[in-house]
C-alpha cells in the first residue's frame, strides 16, 4: 500500500470532477506560472507565485506556493489520492500512476496534471465526523493523516455502510460536539492574533468600541508621557452619571505587575470603577492586588478581549467592526436521540 494518501479538489465546488474522473488525471490551477518540468524547488515556485500573482499577500504566495510543491515534487506514483463529488456527496479513490506534467490542452483552465487510476468510491455518510471534518477542508491540497487513510481504506475493503444504532448516533454527537469546539478554540486563537496586529490607538478604539457596544458612551482622553491613553465610560458619556469607569489599556507583550496595578487603582476616584486591559496578560502578583484593590476592578487580557467581542460583536458599531472584521458561522445541530 502506498506511503501516502492526499485529497485533491477538483476546482471551486468540484466542478471538474467529471473530466477528473473521464480523463484519469488530478490536476491544478494557477496557469500563469506556466510549466514546473525543471522547477526544483519550493523557493522558485514562491518567486513564480509572487511574480505571476502580484495581488497575493504573503501569507497567500506562502500557502499557494506549498499546494503547488506538494502537487509538483511531493506527489510520487503509488500514492493514493481522493477527489470530491459534492452533488453525489462520495469521494472517489485512486492511485497516482505518472509524475508531475504540463499540458495546455486536456482541461480548459488547469494544465499542471498526474494521471491517476481510479478505483471505488465511499459516500461521505459512511465516515465518521472525524473523517468528515478532515477531509471537508476546503485546501486545494491537503495530506490524509493516517487515522484517517485507515479508515477510507477500511471502508472500501468492506464496501459496506456501517449500521447505526443509538449508541452510534450517541457517539457521532459526541464527535460533533468535540469538532465543534476545536473549531471555537481555532477561532478564538484566530482572533487573538488578528488583536496582535493592531497598533496601540487601534487597540484603544477597539476596547472603547466594546464598551460602546455594552451600552456605554465613550470619550478616550489625550494621551500620556507613556503614550498611553485612558478611556472613560459612562452612560452619559460625560462621567457625571454611574457607573463611571475608567480603562487602561497596554497593547504590548510583557505581562503587567502588581505595580502598574497599584498605580491604576491608586488614580480611582470616589465611586470610579476601573478596567485595565493587557494583551500581554498580568503576573500573578498583579491579579492578586486586583482582587484585594479597594477599588472595583476588572483586568482583562486577550483572551478575555476575544470572548467581549464575540459576546458583543453584533452590537459593535461600523467602526469597530472594522477593526476586528468577524464572519457568523452556522453549525448544524443534532438530532435529540429519543428514551425508548
Known amino acids: 500500500m502506498s506511503n501516502n494518501m492526499w485529497l485533491v479538489r477538483a476546482g471551486e465546488r468540484g466542478y471538474m470532477f467529471e473530466e477528473f474522473i473521464e480523463k484519469n488525471v488530478i490536476a491544478i490551477g494557477w496557469i500563469?506560472?506556466?510549466?514546473?518540468?525543471?522547477?526544483?524547488?519550493?523557493?522558485?515556485?514562491?518567486?513564480?507565485?509572487?511574480?505571476?500573482?502580484?495581488?497575493?499577500?504573503?501569507?497567500?504566495?506562502?500557502?499557494?506556493?506549498?499546494?503547488?510543491?506538494?502537487?509538483?515534487?511531493?506527489?510520487?506514483?503509488?500514492?493514493?489520492?481522493?477527489?470530491?463529488?459534492?452533488?453525489?456527496?462520495?469521494?472517489?479513490?485512486?492511485?497516482?500512476?505518472?509524475?508531475?506534467e504540463y499540458n495546455e490542452t486536456l482541461l480548459n483552465g488547469m494544465?499542471?496534471?498526474?494521471?491517476?487510476?481510479?478505483?471505488?468510491?465511499?459516500?461521505r455518510d459512511e465516515l465518521s465526523p472525524g473523517a468528515r471534518n478532515t477531509l471537508g477542508s476546503i485546501?486545494?491540497?491537503?495530506?490524509?493523516?493516517?487515522?484517517?487513510?485507515?479508515?477510507?481504506?477500511?471502508?472500501l475493503e468492506n464496501n459496506s455502510k456501517k449500521t447505526i444504532d443509538e449508541t452510534d448516533e450517541t457517539n457521532e454527537e459526541y464527535d460533533f460536539d468535540a469538532i465543534k469546539e476545536d473549531v471555537i478554540a481555532r477561532a478564538h486563537e484566530f482572533i487573538k492574533d488578528k488583536?496582535?496586529?493592531?497598533?496601540?490607538?487601534?487597540?484603544?478604539?477597539?476596547?472603547?468600541?466594546?464598551?460602546?457596544?455594552?451600552?456605554?458612551?465613550?470619550?478616550?482622553?489625550?494621551?500620556?508621557?507613556?503614550?498611553?491613553?485612558d478611556i472613560l465610560a459612562s452612560p452619559d458619556g460625560l462621567g457625571l452619571e454611574e457607573p463611571r469607569?475608567?480603562?487602561?489599556?497596554?497593547?504590548?507583550?510583557?505581562?503587567?505587575?502588581?505595580?502598574?496595578?497599584?498605580?491604576?487603582?491608586?488614580?480611582?476616584?470616589?465611586?470610579?470603577?476601573?478596567?485595565?486591559?493587557?494583551?500581554?496578560?498580568?503576573t500573578k502578583e498583579a491579579k492578586y492586588e486586583a482582587e484585594r484593590s479597594n477599588m472595583p476592578i476588572a483586568i482583562i487580557?486577550?483572551?478575555?478581549?476575544?470572548?467581549?467581542?464575540?459576546?458583543?460583536?453584533?452590537?459593535?458599531?461600523?467602526?469597530?467592526k472594522s477593526l476586528i472584521p468577524l464572519k457568523k458561522i452556522y453549525w448544524p445541530l443534532q438530532k435529540k436521540v429519543c428514551a425508548k
Not at 514546473?36 to 501569507?59: A, F, H, Q, T
Not at 502598574?260 to 496578560?281: C, E, H, M, N, P
Not at 487580557?301 to 461600523?318: A, H, K
Open 111 to 123: 494544465k499542471h496534471i498526474r494521471k491517476v487510476e481510479w478505483g471505488e468510491s465511499i459516500s
Open 301 to 320: 487580557d486577550s483572551d478575555g478581549l476575544v470572548e467581549l467581542i464575540t459576546q458583543y460583536y453584533d452590537e459593535f458599531d461600523v467602526q469597530t
Open 32 to 100: 500563469n506560472i506556466g510549466d514546473l518540468s525543471s522547477v526544483n524547488s519550493r523557493e522558485e515556485i514562491k518567486d513564480l507565485v509572487r511574480n505571476k500573482y502580484p495581488e497575493y499577500k504573503e501569507g497567500a504566495v506562502n500557502i499557494t506556493s506549498g499546494q503547488i510543491f506538494r502537487f509538483r515534487s511531493t506527489f510520487k506514483k503509488g500514492d493514493q489520492v481522493i477527489t470530491y463529488n459534492p452533488e453525489t456527496r462520495n469521494y472517489h479513490i485512486g492511485k497516482i500512476v505518472s509524475d508531475y
Open 195 to 229: 488583536i496582535q496586529t493592531l497598533d496601540w490607538e487601534e487597540m484603544e478604539e477597539l476596547v472603547a468600541g466594546i464598551l460602546r457596544g455594552m451600552g456605554y458612551k465613550t470619550r478616550i482622553t489625550q494621551k500620556g508621557p507613556d503614550r498611553g491613553r
Open 245 to 282: 469607569i475608567i480603562a487602561e489599556v497596554k497593547h504590548r507583550t510583557a505581562q503587567i505587575g502588581s505595580s502598574d496595578i497599584r498605580s491604576f487603582t491608586g488614580g480611582l476616584r470616589g465611586r470610579d470603577k476601573g478596567i485595565y486591559v493587557s494583551t500581554g496578560g498580568f
Open 139 to 155: 485546501m486545494t491540497i491537503i495530506e490524509v493523516p493516517p487515522e484517517v487513510k485507515k479508515e477510507v481504506n477500511e471502508l
